[in-house]
């Protein structure tokens, strides 16, 4: 029997993996526009940013989102020093979570784990002394390497602090701080958790479309993630799924994208990348 379903085009560039080719987009949104704006919820401190290779680009508007205090202090202390090699005006850094929907002026709780278990667990991976923190609660406290990859046990419950944070939805988000939504290039999504809802709710707005949407899909309902894949197929957004992060492109960049790559023209000085030419 003939499958009428479709099949979505993929969002991965050959001879790249998932993440080579989002910075890949995001060189070529560069070469093409000449500037570029990324937002990121869930920035942590700065360590492992998807485009850390483009903070030193002058051309590059970065607004990174951390509502947990104590890794916000990280994030400004590591852009406060790669600030001073790039004048440090493009580079916008906000205390504040966001929310799906409209929240309470007074703040919602935030659950992060407190500077303790840094002291007592000093050979814990990084992600979890300064990383971990969520809306909700049971996200902090669940077992996330049952394989036991990074050799530590799960945070115990008297490590987990319970905090109040000011929380927007995007819309509030993008209004009280300027942000056009139609000059986004690239949302980038980290929310433990969260980010399906998240991400839906910042793609709401018309004339909020940007050409490069991350999102991490690793601790999702598989279901979940694929109602959010499905919104973006529908907004004829190409898809890739690696083992951390769902990645989604709109056509045209990627078939811009694509025929730099095609071309091997100035690959690894475009990208960062030591490209091959395809044949």
Same mark, same amino acid.
Not at 99 to 117: T, Y
Not at 148 to 170: A, E, L, N
């Given at each position: 029997m ?8 993929s969002?991965?560039?050959?001879g790249?993996?998932t993440?080579e080719?989002?910075?890949f987009f ?6 093409t526009?000449?500037?570029?704006t ?10 492992g ?6 903070l030193a680009?002058?051309a590059?508007?970065v607004v990174?989102?951390e ?8 994030l ?8 001073r090699?790039?004048g ?5 850094t906000?205390?504040?979570?966001v ?11 935030f659950f992060?784990?407190?500077d303790? $278990?840094?002291?007592?667990f000093?050979?814990? /991976? #990084?992600?979890?002394k300064? +990383?971990l923190?969520?809306l =909700?609660?049971?996200h902090v406290?669940a077992?996330?390497?049952?394989l036991?990859y990074f050799g530590?046990?799960p945070?115990?419950p ?5 905090i109040?944070?000011?929380c ?6 993008m ?5 056009y939504?139609?000059e ?6 980290d929310a433990?958790g969260?980010d399906?809802d998240?991400?839906a709710? $910042?793609?709401q707005?018309?004339?909020?479309? /940007? #050409?490069?949407?991350v999102? +991490?899909?690793?601790?999702l =309902?598989?279901?979940?993630s694929?109602?959010l894949?499905g919104?973006?197929?529908?907004k004829?957004?190409r898809?890739?799924?690696d ?8 056509n ?5 994208a694509a ?7 100035g690959c690894?000085s ?9 044949r």
């Amino acid at each position: 029997m003939h499958d009428s379903r479709r099949v979505t085009p993929s969002a991965r560039l050959p001879g790249l993996s998932t993440r080579e080719s989002v910075l890949f987009f995001m060189r070529t949104l560069l070469l093409t526009k000449h500037n570029l704006t990324i937002l990121q919820v869930g920035a942590c401190d700065g360590s492992g940013l998807i485009f850390e290779p483009l903070l030193a680009e002058a051309a590059v508007h970065v607004v990174l989102i951390e509502p947990n205090p104590v890794a916000y202090k990280r994030l400004r202390r590591a852009i406060d020093a790669a600030s001073r090699n790039r004048g440090g005006h493009q580079i916008q850094t906000l205390n504040v979570a966001v929310c799906p929907r409209r929240a309470s002026l007074r703040g919602v709780p935030f659950f992060v784990v407190s500077d303790r $278990f840094a002291e007592d667990f000093p050979s814990a /991976p #990084h992600w979890m002394k300064y +990383e971990l923190g969520s809306l =909700n609660m049971r996200h902090v406290l669940a077992d996330h390497d049952p394989l036991r990859y990074f050799g530590h046990p799960p945070v115990p419950p008297s490590y987990v602090q319970r905090i109040v944070v000011p929380c927007h939805t995007p819309r509030e988000l993008m209004r009280m701080h300027s942000i056009y939504p139609g000059e986004v290039d690239v949302l980038v999504v980290d929310a433990e958790g969260y980010d399906a809802d998240i991400t839906a709710a $910042f793609m709401q707005p018309a004339r909020f479309r /940007p #050409h490069v949407v991350v999102f +991490e899909q690793k601790h999702l =309902n598989k279901s979940v993630s694929k109602g959010l894949e499905g919104i973006l197929h529908r907004k004829a957004y190409r898809l890739n799924r690696d083992f951390e992060n769902t990645v989604a492109v709109q056509n045209s960049t990627f078939l811009a994208a694509a025929a730099l790559l095609l071309k091997g023209s100035g690959c690894s000085s475009h990208s960062g990348l030591q490209c091959r030419r395809q044949r």
